[in-house]
């Protein structure tokens, strides 16, 4: 079935220090969606990437969507500890609406 | 600003009884969604309802079901429930039905002892 690769599981930084997920899907997507979860809450949207290619900066995170549509990146500079939770990516195969989600990176600050 | 209300919290039950979870979205948005989402695990979609009816069905077992009312609410009823039901229960809503970005509430932890 469609499904959607996202990688590494778990990512242990030290503070100051950059962090990347990724992810890429068994199908073409028609856009991808990426959402942040702190321990204890809720996903929160975070960005929504359309075109084939498009990068995407807020502040220290930088997102990418591939050429192909089907991978997509976020990469985080110097992270802080309040960058500290699961970052999911999701996005809608072309054929329907369907959100079909990632596993989560959990960014885990060393103390 | 306003934002996905749900309710309870917290819930409790034992094997066998049955649980109903409400969902109020944000205002004017008219696509609910369900989720289901276990310790360490990503968000599993369950349905989805557009306009008060369902939109989509994704794994959600036989002995659930759900309702969009007409205004907006949803509710997520669960039957003879079952340890492995125990989890964390998001709604998530958005204004379009092409899975535009979405916005969670804050869940229903339901643990069935």
């Known amino acids: 079935g469609q499904q959607v690769m996202q990688i590494p599981q778990y990512q242990h930084v030290q503070e100051g220090e950059d962090f990347t997920t990724y992810c890429n899907s068994s199908?073409?997507?028609?856009?991808i969606q990426w959402y942040k979860q702190r321990p204890g809450g809720h996903p929160v949207f975070l960005i929504q990437?359309?075109?084939s290619g498009e990068v995407k900066k807020q502040k220290r995170l930088t997102f990418q969507f591939g050429e192909a549509k089907k991978n997509s990146s976020l990469h985080i500079t110097a992270t802080q500890t309040t960058d500290v939770g699961t970052y999911f990516c999701?996005?809608?195969?072309?054929?329907?609406?369907?959100?079909?989600w990632g596993a989560g990176t959990k960014l885990i600050i060393k103390p | 600003a306003a934002g996905v209300i749900q309710s309870p919290r917290h819930l409790i039950k034992e094997k066998r009884e049955t649980a109903t979870l409400k969902c109020y979205p944000i205002?004017?948005?008219?696509?609910v969604y369900w989720y289901q989402q276990g310790p360490g695990q990503d968000p599993q979609f369950l349905i989805s309802f557009y306009e008060k009816m369902q939109s989509d069905k994704g794994s959600i077992p036989d002995r659930f079901s759900a309702q969009q009312f007409s205004d907006y609410h949803s509710e997520l009823n669960m039957s003879s429930l079952e340890l492995g039901d125990s989890a964390l229960y998001f709604c998530?809503?958005?204004?379009?039905?092409?899975?535009?970005?979405?916005?969670f509430g804050s869940g229903t932890q339901l643990s069935v002892l």
């Open positions: 998530a809503s958005s204004g379009r039905p092409e899975n535009e970005k979405l916005f």
């Open positions: 990437l359309v075109k």
């Open positions: 199908t073409t997507l028609s856009n």
């Open positions: 205002p004017r948005h008219d696509t």
């Open positions: 999701a996005g809608p195969p072309d054929s329907n609406y369907q959100l079909i």
